[in-house]
């Protein structure tokens, strides 16, 4: 392979507030945590969500395109854990899905996956919770997530 140039779709993208939803279902734009892919590429995923959830409202998270993006292909996974223990995991194809819809306690969600764009825009990690509940639903700042260009 050769060297790729484009380093704007690189970038390691690093949570810059905490989000933090109570009594909300409604997906939301983790601050930070959104980058701009290029039409004809091909990226490989990664994220680290961290956070605290009550016992009913779980967590909830997708990946949304914005600013025209689309996909020809998308393979996205989550692993949502509390502590040691898993929770659950989800796998999905199509943005937009639910990568985690899970109402227990969560404390870390992995995502792994790949995208093969259609035509370029944004992709955003948004949160929410699960299920309404008075106990609040964060994702720390600090959590993480990159796409790196593969072709």
Do not use: M
């Amino acid at each position: 392979g050769g060297t790729l140039t484009d380093t704007t779709n690189q970038e390691f993208q690093v949570s810059s507030a905490t989000l933090t939803k109570t009594s909300d279902t409604a997906l939301a734009i983790i601050p930070g945590l959104s980058q701009a892919l290029t039409a004809g590429k091909t990226y490989h995923c990664r994220g680290h969500l961290t956070g605290t959830s009550g016992t009913s409202g779980g967590i909830k998270v997708a990946l949304v395109a914005t600013s025209g993006l689309s996909a020809t292909q998308t393979t996205f996974t989550g692993y949502t854990w509390n502590g040691t223990t898993a929770v659950a995991n989800t796998t999905v194809t199509a943005l937009g899905s639910n990568i985690a819809a899970n109402t227990a306690v969560y404390s870390d969600l992995y995502i792994d996956g790949s995208i093969l764009v259609n035509a370029g825009g944004t992709i955003n990690v948004e949160g929410a919770q699960n299920a309404s509940n008075s106990t609040p639903t964060t994702v720390l700042q600090g959590s993480t997530f990159s796409c790196v260009r593969t072709n």
